[in-house]
């Protein structure tokens, strides 16, 4: 997954979607959100098995992929982060998504979705 979105976009993204998941998961995986690259940005996907909310952030995608990171690590990094262009780029080799914004770097472990292994 190579793909760039703004702030903004990203942090409301993962505002709406951070509503589905989780406080007290059963399943560890429940706590996390699913990136994944689709048409013309990023589709942000969370569910507590109950409800499930799918957001889209538009962007321009390099390549594709998808890989699931905790959800409030992402969302209280992003929300920190400057309104300028984010990059997220998946290493699938560790399954590290890599984050640059501005003169921030940052990298969070996440796992890939059983679907694309």
């Not at 979105?5 to 709406?16: F, I, P, Y």
């Not at 589905?20 to 399943?27: E, M």
């Not at 409030?72 to 982060?81: E, F, G, I, Q, Y």
Request: charged share 20%; proline share 5%; with cysteine.
């Amino acid at each position: 997954m190579n793909v760039s979105v703004m702030q903004e976009n990203l942090a409301r993204g993962l505002q709406t979607v951070s509503r589905a998941v989780s406080s007290r998961a059963t399943l560890p995986v429940l706590a996390n959100v699913l990136l994944k690259t689709e048409n013309a940005g990023l589709k942000l996907t969370a569910t507590n098995l109950e409800i499930g909310i799918n957001c889209w952030v538009p962007g321009k995608v390099a390549e594709e992929g998808e890989i699931t990171v905790p959800a409030k690590l992402l969302t209280d990094l992003v929300a920190s982060l400057p309104n300028q262009r984010i990059d997220l780029v998946l290493s699938p080799k560790d399954r590290t998504l890599k984050l640059t914004c501005g003169n921030n770097r940052s990298s969070i472990k996440g796992s890939t979705p059983r679907s694309s292994r």
